[in-house]
């Protein structure tokens, strides 16, 4: 498609838009400055740099044998570097601890800003921001499938331990980077079958917890999140970080909270848990990704969910209290595009839920027009909303439509010769 043809199709768009009162420039002015936290861990299956061989724990799976991953943090950055000249639009990286630059192996208690220090240069040279994750899996001290809640109180210090040392790593970051970094706690603590002590371990976790955060870390560099989950694999009876535990930890500790579209049952939506929780939490952190079935961490599509989740966030304008993060892993596929369509699927979603007549849904609403509000809801789905966003990758010199598969095939072309 030319640049002439896409040009008109907007200026029709934005008339259809302007008809429903919908600003279409304004639109895209706010998904231009809206960031995603791109996660790191899509490129090389979740693995990290700390230990080749450590094989990944924690009640989380990457299946699939797709040629190409990442094996050094140079390779990782090369691969998200081709995939951020695919999506448009502002970008943050989201880095686990054991995606340290070091030329030494540092146990996770040592770890320090230095040994992310090449992560900040690259991420000033391509103005990314940075956001972080303590790293409570896929190593030894692990391995009872407890780590905070562990009764060892040398095993919970460990990772206390762990914790504190990743605060100071991304306080740097923000402090670096000049916007606050947001780190997230998940932990993989849970059983396989029916425990007889339940109370115990979330006990020792929220002790845990209220220890490892006891430090006061200035908000604009730095902020704490945790992620709640029903269940992993050997971990489906019981998770100690259940949901109704970190909801209650971050209204009366004061931290954000990550909403995981994979960690609850399979009916409920995290889009409607964001405007009960925003009462409670000024900060929440969401993951979005693709649960099939079970939280099987599938690319992000564009589907009912993610549109819904993002109408939520804009609906109630959320966007300087909600960060949106994705956490997807798909060994499947090519991992480079699996960032591109998830990433460009969730900002597809985004845009969409900016071009809402809003204002005329909810005046139906208030005024108890059910019948106003689902037909305009309805035919909202198919204004032109596309056009818009066609117009936006051009505006961003991002490739228009599918487009961007050429570049994939011809960066694993020569991504295959090297690794
Ligand atoms: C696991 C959680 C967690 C992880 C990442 C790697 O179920 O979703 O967020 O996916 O920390
Ligand atoms: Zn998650």
């Known amino acids: 498609m030319s640049n002439e043809h896409i040009t008109t199709a907007y200026q029709n768009a934005k008339q259809v838009f302007a008809r429903y009162g919908v600003d279409t420039e304004q639109a895209l002015a706010e998904l231009k400055t809206t960031p995603i936290s791109i996660h790191c861990w899509q490129g090389d299956d979740v693995r990290g740099f700390e ?11 990457t299946t699939g044998n797709y040629p190409g991953a990442a094996s050094t943090p140079a390779e ?36 320090k800003p230095e040994h992310f220090a090449r992560w900040v240069e690259w991420a000033k040279q391509h103005d990314l921001g940075l956001d972080f994750n303590p790293t409570l ?22 990772w206390v331990e762990h914790v504190k ?5 991304s306080e740097y970051f923000g402090r670096e ?7 997230n706690i998940w932990i993989p603590d849970g059983m396989k079958d029916m425990p007889v002590d339940r109370l115990a371990p979330r006990q020792r976790l929220l002790d845990a917890l209220d220890d490892a955060l006891a430090e006061k870390i200035d908000p604009a560099y730095h902020k704490d999140a945790v992620e709640s989950k029903l269940f992993g694999i050997g971990a489906e009876a019981y998770t100690v970080g259940s949901n109704e535990f970190y909801l209650a930890y971050a209204s009366t500790r004061n931290t954000a ?60 304008q959320l966007q300087d209290r ?17 960032w591109v369509i998830g990433t460009r699927n969730a900002q597809k979603a985004l845009l969409k839920a900016l071009l809402e007549p809003t204002a005329q849904l909810k005046a139906a609403e208030a005024e108890f027009d059910f019948t106003t509000r689902l037909g305009l809801m ?21 490739p228009v439509g599918f487009d961007w598969m050429k570049d994939i095939k011809d960066y694993e072309a020569t991504i295959n010769e090297t690794r």
């Not at 040392?165 to 790593?169: E, F, G, L, N, Q």
């Not at 980077?177 to 780190?183: A, K, Q, T």
Request: proline residues 4%.
């Open 51 to 61: 230990s080749p061989d450590v094989a990944l724990s924690g009640g989380i799976q």
């Open 76 to 111: 990782l950055r090369a691969d998200m570097e081709k995939a951020f000249s695919l999506i448009p639009g502002k970008k943050r990286v989201n880095l686990h601890a054991i995606y340290l630059d070091s030329d030494e192996h540092v146990e996770r208690d040592q770890i």
């Open 137 to 158: 899996f896929s190593h030894p001290k692990a391995d009872d499938g407890l780590t905070l809640s562990h009764p060892s109180e040398e095993v919970r210090q460990f």
């Open 165 to 169: 040392a990743s605060r100071k790593v």
């Open 177 to 183: 980077l000049g916007s606050p970094s947001v780190m």
């Open 257 to 316: 909270l990550c909403l995981d579209a994979g960690h609850f049952h399979p009916t409920e939506m995290i889009s409607d848990k964001i405007s009960a929780c925003s009462l409670y939490v000024q900060d929440l952190l969401l993951h979005v990704t693709r649960p099939v079935r079970w939280d099987s961490d599938h690319v992000v599509s564009f589907d009912d969910e993610t549109q819904a989740i993002m109408r939520e966030i804009v609906r109630n």
């Open 322 to 338: 909600v960060s949106i993060g994705l956490d997807f892993f798909d060994a499947s596929i090519n991992r480079v595009a699996a």
């Open 378 to 398: 309805e035919e909202a789905h198919s204004l032109p909303w596309a056009a818009v966003w066609d117009y936006y990758c051009a505006q961003n010199q991002v």
